[in-house]
């Protein structure tokens, strides 16, 4: 809003234009405390696995959806279930919020509308596919910074691996024992911010 010489000015205008430039009113999918430059791997999903995204949230952020993105769909009527672990010492714990399932199939962006505000800390976003869809996660070669702190890189490519861990099991509160780990093109979900 254009402002006229002369004219007084609000410190709620002031600051309502400063909160656009900073924060646009933009449609924001966001894996908190991650970085990459592109979004160009895509993997296959182990039938009936748990993938366990680790994310930091900087600030106290309200988020409305929760969703992955399907490449490839898992050519039956299964489902995705979607959920958001606490975090304890690197593993997940207890359950924040069972989000909802959505379907493996057919291909494009699958979305939940939640209406969750996680404040400042670490979590785990969690996915577990009933079929074996094919999502798209991060690139690791393009990874430049992950929530984890202390993860070790992996070969020529400079990507983290061991972030994301999994569990071969079905879902509990609190979560299970995990049964290992995986590099960071399994993190396949994203969080959408108000």
Known sequence: MPIAVGEQVLASDVLALVTNKLKPPTVRWAAPGWAWTAEDFVG?????RIYYMPVYVEEDTTYIRIGIYV?????????????????????PVA???SCGTVANHPAGAKEIVIAQLLPRGYYFLAVRCAGTPVLSGISLTNISKCPVSGMKTSNA?????????YDDDVYSDPAGVVDGSLDCRSAFLRLREV
């Open 157 to 165: 490519q400079n990507g983290m691996s061991g972030v994301v861990l």
């Open 95 to 97: 359950l924040v919020l």
């Open 44 to 48: 296959v999903v182990t039938l009936n």
């Open 71 to 91: 490449q490839a769909g898992s050519g039956d009527e299964s489902l995705a279930d979607l959920r958001i672990f606490e975090w304890s010492d690197g593993v």
